[in-house]
């Protein structure tokens, strides 16, 4: 059960709770230098440990068994894994995750997966509860 608030917070407080926590998922980098964002998640209160959907996972799959001509196609210059992170002047950090270094558990049915990515820390996620 969700703990009750003493006062409704405004969209911008809840911003600023959540965006510390929450990281941009991307699978390659388009032909523009930018990465390809592919979708959201957040940090999980386990140092390292995202969670995102596994819609989203399931395009890293994708998109990691594609050939250079068929990435080149789709407008990218390579399949790897990187972690956004927003920093306080409102720029993204990106964080490559290099073959070994990052992990993941699915649940194809609740579409949930969750990331380990070795030495990426940022705040976790603060869902406020009460136990009943």
Known sequence: MFAILDHSPSFEEILSL????????AVGQTTEG???IVGT?????????????WHVAKLEDELSGLSVSELSSRGL???KLRI???????EYFWKE??????????DETNDICIYRVVGVFIPPLDIIHEDK
Do not use: M, Y
């Not at 959540?18 to 998922?25: D, L, M, N, R, Y």
């Not at 998640?41 to 959907?53: K, Q, R, V, W, Y």
């Not at 956004?84 to 002047?89: C, H, M, R, S, T």
């Open 18 to 25: 959540v965006i510390p926590s929450t990281v941009a998922i």
């Open 34 to 36: 930018k990465p390809n």
């Open 41 to 53: 998640g957040f940090a999980l209160s386990i140092s390292e440990f995202f969670a995102t959907c």
């Open 77 to 79: 210059t390579d399949n």
């Open 84 to 90: 956004g992170f927003l920093k306080p002047d409102s």
């Open 97 to 106: 995750a290099e073959k070994g270094t990052f992990f993941r558990a699915v």
